[in-house]
Structures are given as C-alpha cells and as structure tokens.
C-alpha cells in the first residue's frame, strides 16, 4: 500500500468519524492526485515508446534503401 492509499484511509477515518468536516472531494484528493500522475506517467513514456519505434522504422527504412543502392551499384544500375 503506498503512500497516497495510506493517507486517503487516514482521511476516510477522520472525515467518518467526524473530527474533520472536510468535503468528499477534499478527502479523496490524494487518490485524485496519485491518478494524475499516474496517467501523466504513462502518457509520457507511451509517448516516448512511440517516438522511439517510429524513429526504428524510419532507420530501418533508410537502412534498407540504403541496401537497395549497394546492391543495383553492384549489378550495374545507375541512378
């Protein structure tokens, strides 16, 4: 259990008990928080992951032109 559960029990705990009169959505802020950066996280390296394989593909792809020129120069083809 991490951190943010952790403190959200905790103020589950007090807002039930009454020694808080916080609003629900105060009381559950750390889980909203947590939720936040979770999704900015995967958002962020998704986002790299993607960027990562496209730039694969397009050196895979020059890579393979690349070949295609080595091998017509050697047949004798010219550009």
């Known amino acids: 259990m991490g951190f943010t559960e952790v ?3 905790i103020f589950i705990y007090l807002k039930l008990t009454h020694q808080v009169t916080w609003s629900w959505w105060l009381v559950l802020a750390p889980e909203e928080a947590a939720a936040v950066a979770y999704a900015a996280f995967l958002l962020f390296f ?3 992951a993607v960027a990562l394989t ?3 593909r ?3 792809r020059r890579d393979r032109r690349a070949q295609r ?3 017509d120069m050697r047949r004798g083809i010219r550009y």
């Open 69 to 71: 020129r080595r091998d």
């Open 7 to 9: 403190l959200t029990l």
């Open 58 to 60: 397009k050196a895979a």
């Open 54 to 56: 496209r730039d694969d």
């Open 46 to 48: 998704g986002g790299l």
